[in-house]
């Protein structure tokens, strides 16, 4: 064994080379990889007595792309291209082992070599405009010669990854290795050298290439369809103009292209926006001062409530092979909550997403209940009742009488006091919140609430099951509507000002659409249905003019055919499709000018400052207030949680873009002209007089953790 540097070795076994890349966690072609790499295929090259070297990485991954941390950063030689090149090159054959996740520049390298084998269960792809950007070491000039341009296509322009047995079929990997990955790669390599197998270079194949030349129309439909998905990415549609370039160019030109447009992806916005967001998303993972990590796996759950949110947090744990008593004291409810469970697995059944088995499987997993002391084996228990704090409470005292000593005690509220609820039991150190999205089986995004009394083995066991079941868990602590809804709130409070004050509810639902939310205020309201709102309002003694009269004209969204839009089974965009009605926009002119408000035109940039200014305050107050970590927690949020664009980073990546000086400014004008509201947050006013930003902002802990510490103190 010769070491070359910390995380490259050359080993031998007899006639063969091994290069072993050894660089946790991801084994990616940092500075390091790439320097190791060029200098043991230099070595093992020049070896009279080697006859082929073999590729493999150490750990639980081959190669899973370039190092993300060097974006944005001088770049240092030898670059990943070179290094490809060196390999393809090589007068011996280099033959790439792969196990793991084979991504990106991992999978360019893998192209380079002349032979590709990989584990079973290995996945292969190219999801660089996940990050923004385009496959910018070969990838797009070489996957096209192995698997056709239209396929190469699709694989590049969604990202979407193969199994290593569709790479087999596809022709991008040559064997597969059951048993010892090293041991077989080893074997498949004595046999090229006995056989003496030519060195295959993929640059030097074209017949993929010829069936796509002269045919534009193959690239003009390829860049329809994404203009059509990707809404405003920009990187989907580089990577169709290089691979078009493979096809048309000689292969260096085409490599030469494909530089250029991936020099221009880096340093765009929206791969800036991307890459943010790819390690704001780990982040949020962690807890200063908590291990989250090794937690044992939950096997046992009490769902209590079988409703909407009960049944697709019953799913989400079924999903995750977790056994669930789902509690109702209403056998009928309990009957239809299953019923409708079983018919969500069925229809993804129908759509091939899993097999009849796997239903009975989930539903095997879900025992029904109609007696609240059948919590008593459940690890952990999440109630899903009613929004409404007597009940609650009632039901946690019950909870209290039956639940294991060490259960986790979660509640599904959405706007409840978890204090309160707390309150309730002798053992508020258990009690978190374990706030899910609707559908709650589909959406990713899990808010899990820590009160100031909450445990810190609680959060860490509550993170950890957000992970089980496949979710994003964010931690936030305790505050009316939590963070996303909070700024939902401000939002929305928004929207209802601007359609009194000019704009009309296809305008700012378009606003924020070309800005790349899938759908707008108004048609969300619709889809989600009034009344929900309404109920809400009335509880609290509030009122939303327009909202209110659509309501008791019984235009309660979407399910009646009718809200802030009209919607017509016959529309040929679509049955939920919202068509601008004339009415609402009357009923909107009139109510303004019951208010003797003098409506005036508003542009869309206006409309769009107005709606986006006062969300970034809120999440500005949020931060100041300590009830998030960090700003990237409240960007995870919105993006999973509430559509926010991906390429815009969230509210406080695009804050921080925009700068927040800028921010601050506009929100003093609107204070001017429409009232305290628009105040800006005095984090906000700091960091803008420091030309600081929220991302470089940490509040340490969270506040609730602080008024703990300031209570055992
Ligand atoms: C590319 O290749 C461009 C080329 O075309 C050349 C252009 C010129 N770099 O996700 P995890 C870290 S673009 C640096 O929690 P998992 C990650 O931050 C790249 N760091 O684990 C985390 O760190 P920490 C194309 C990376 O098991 C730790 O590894 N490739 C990278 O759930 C564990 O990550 C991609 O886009 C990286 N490339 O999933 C693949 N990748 O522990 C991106 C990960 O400090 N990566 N880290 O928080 C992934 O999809 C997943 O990380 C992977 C593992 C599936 C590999």
Redesign the pocket.
Known sequence: MSTINASVALTRHDSIAVITIDSP??N?LSHGVREGLVQAVAQAGQDSTVRAILIACAGT?FI??????EFGKPPKDPR?SAVIAAIEDCPKPIIAAMHG?V???GL?LALGCHYRVAAPATRLGL??V??G?I???G?TQRLPRVVGVERAIELITTASQLSAKQALEAGLVDALIDGDLVQGALQFARRVVDENKALLRVRDRDEHLVTARGNPALFEKARAAVARKSRGLTAPLAAIDAIEAAVNLPFEQGLQREREL?TAQVSSDQSKALRYFF?AE??SAKIPGIQTGDVAKVQQAAVIGAGTMGGGIAMSLANAGVAVTLIDLNPEALERGLGIIRKNYENTARRGGMTESDVSARMALIRPSTKLADVSSAEVIVEAVFENTELKKSVFTEIDRHARADAILGTNTSTLDIDEIASATARPESVIGLHFFSPANVMKLLEVVRTGRTSESVVARAMALGRQMRKVPVLVGTCDGFVGNRILRARSKQAEQIIMQGGFPEQVDRVLQDFGFPMGVFAMGDMAGLDIGWRIRKERGLKSIVADKLCEMGRLGQKAGAGYFRYDPANPEGARAPIVDPIVNELILQASRDQNIERRDMDDVLIRERLLYPMINEAAKILEEGVALRAGDIDVIWIYGYGWPRHRGGPMHYADSIGLAKIRDRLREFERDHGDAFKPAALLERLADEGGTFAGHRTGALQATAAATAVAA
């Open positions: 966690p991801v990616a991954t899973a792309g370039a190092d993300i941390t990943i996740t991504l990106g520049g360019e999801p660089e996940n990050l950007i496959p910018g070491a990838g991936v390690f780990r982040e």
